[in-house]
């Protein structure tokens, strides 16, 4: 049997994105955007153990490095992203674009300690070079995203990340979009997934996840032929998601239940209870 910390982090590892409520932990403007009904509340998990709460940094760390967390340094408007792949350790990160590092405390999603550094990589040309050019791809395929190039495996490769955020908890849905590309310029070879998660749950509870790997072999080791790739995999993903909804739409949840009644006349539900159920709804005599 799990113990109730394995638990408790299991439901904060597999939390929606944007719902997951810590009382006093999270920034007002993160609050405003959730409702108590909808998301994990930290508090009414651990309120048998109250001291799980401070036991949860692991798993909060796990999850905000995985779901490309995103932060807005001290007097900055741009939010920088948290994962494993800008990591110097001790919760501790870096942002390439602005040239800084930064403390960030995974309970409260805030950032601190924010310092000058320099990016040292024998990569550091094509990093730059690629952050300008996702810089680029995302102001112009994304309504808001967030975005960050890093080298990674002891200078060995290249990781693009891009994360997109959209909450809508007035209209019960939550959902967000991570893209990572891994670049190896030994191989000329680009790998990696897209994650959408969508959460609905008006009067329900439906979530969508999906994960779809990425693999393309770059003909020259340059931003503008990476980024292309970027966006023939992005485009082609777009496409599916959007075909799959419409094969739903049309196929499986028709069959589910009738668009119509028999007589083809949409029921006018206010005057219900003046219908005759046979011959106005079921389409033949109600006499027996």
């Known amino acids: 049997m799990a113990s109730p910390l394995a638990t408790v982090s299991s439901f904060v590892e597999g939390a929606p994105p944007g719902e997951m409520l810590l009382p006093v932990l999270l920034p007002p403007a993160i609050l405003e955007l959730v409702t108590e009904d909808s998301c994990l509340d930290i508090k009414a998990l651990t309120i048998d153990t109250p001291s799980l709460a401070s036991q949860l940094g692991p798993a909060f760390e796990k999850y905000n490095e995985e779901q490309f967390a995103t932060v807005k340094l001290p007097g900055s408007s741009q939010s920088v992203i948290v994962s494993s792949y800008n990591s110097l350790g001790d919760g501790k990160y870096y942002d390439v674009e602005s040239s800084s590092s930064f403390v960030f405390d995974h309970s409260t999603q805030k950032a601190s300690g924010v310092q000058s550094h320099v990016l040292e990589s024998s990569q550091s040309d094509l990093v730059k070079s690629l952050l300008k050019s996702l810089s680029t791809h995302v102001k112009e395929h994304y309504p808001s995203a967030s975005y960050g190039v890093y080298p990674i495996e002891d200078d060995s490769k290249i990781a693009a990340v891009v994360v997109a955020n959209k909450y809508s908890?007035?209209?019960?849905?939550?959902?967000?979009?991570?893209s990572l590309y891994i670049f190896s310029p030994s191989s000329s070879s680009l790998t990696g997934s897209i994650k959408v998660d969508v959460h609905y749950y008006?009067?329900?509870?439906?979530?969508?996840?999906?994960?779809?790997?990425?693999?393309a072999s770059v003909s020259l080791a340059s931003a503008s032929t990476i980024i292309r790739e970027i966006t023939i995999a992005e485009k082609k993903y777009q496409e599916e998601i959007n075909k799959g909804f419409n094969n739903l739409s049309e196929g499986a949840f028709k069959g589910l239940r009738r668009q119509l009644p028999i007589t083809r006349q949409k029921i006018e539900w206010d005057k219900i209870a003046g219908y005759r159920l046979g011959q106005d709804i079921g389409g033949g005599s109600s006499k027996r």
Do not use: C, H
């Open 169 to 178: 908890p007035n209209n019960f849905w939550n959902g967000r979009w991570r």
């Open 202 to 215: 008006e009067d329900g509870n439906v979530r969508l996840l999906t994960t779809k790997p990425v693999s």
